[in-house]
């Protein structure tokens, strides 16, 4: 079996969103999740986007989901393996990725929209 590691870096904008800095180890053929979180009894509901690539300033590179604050919008290109399992209502806007696959390696982001800036967290993963 391959593991595939993730290692999160973080980058942050404003301290309104919170998500300690860590390790994500998943196995191929199961699911993995990465860990993205906002304050949203302080914040409310925000937009937000996960994205494979660097993030650039506005949106997301290729953008896997998004959501409008309520609700998950798939991206049409998006595999179905890409979903959005927390719970909006409380501002868990983490990644899951199902039956991990060697073709999962790469860049994450995830990026919240707050009063006009955004959360920087973005995840690399490599295979060993």
């Known amino acids: ?3 595939l ?3 999160p870096s973080v980058y942050l904008f404003l301290s309104l969103v919170s998500e300690c800095d860590g390790r994500v180890i998943g196995r191929m053929g199961q ?3 990465l860990p993205c979180k906002y304050d949203i009894k302080i914040n ?5 986007c996960w994205g494979r690539g660097p ?3 506005s949106g997301c590179t290729n953008q896997l989901l998004a959501t409008d604050g309520h609700k998950v919008i798939k991206e049409s290109r998006a595999s179905s393996r890409y979903q ?3 719970r909006l209502d409380e501002g868990d806007v983490s990644l899951t990725i199902m039956n991990v696959t060697e073709e999962d390696t790469g860049l994450y982001g995830c990026k919240v ?3 006009g800036c955004a959360k920087r967290w973005e995840h690399q993963e490599e295979g060993t």
């Open 1 to 3: 079996l391959v593991d």
């Open 5 to 7: 590691l993730l290692f």
């Open 31 to 33: 699911s993995i999740t």
């Open 44 to 48: 409310g509901p925000r937009e937000m």
């Open 55 to 57: 993030l650039p300033s």
């Open 84 to 86: 959005l399992q927390g």
């Open 113 to 115: 929209e707050i009063f």
